[in-house]
């Protein structure tokens, strides 16, 4: 039988899968550009970034991640004009 989940937890969760869904939706144009196409690997590497920078989504910071093409790799980007 199923422990009754907190509300918290459940309403976190749910943040949690929709903030990927953006990630992965605002990160097409930007493979697009660089010819690459979402399959495993990538989807794999791309969610290994956002669990590396999983604060920095979850707070909203000013800054997002992209495709490094120089490094065949997702980074996380900060805004221009951040002190950080």
Request: proline share 4%; charged share 25%; aromatic share 12%.
């Amino acid at each position: 039988m199923l422990e009754k989940l907190s509300g918290d937890y459940i309403r976190g969760y749910t943040k949690a899968i929709q903030d990927m869904q953006e990630v992965f939706t605002y990160i097409q144009p930007d493979l697009k550009h660089h010819h690459k196409n979402v399959n495993n690997k990538l989807s794999l590497s791309l969610l290994s970034c956002c669990l590396e920078n999983r604060e920095k989504l979850r707070e909203r910071q000013e800054g997002f991640i992209r495709f490094n093409g120089q490094t065949n790799s997702f980074e996380w980007f900060d805004t221009p004009g951040r002190p950080w």
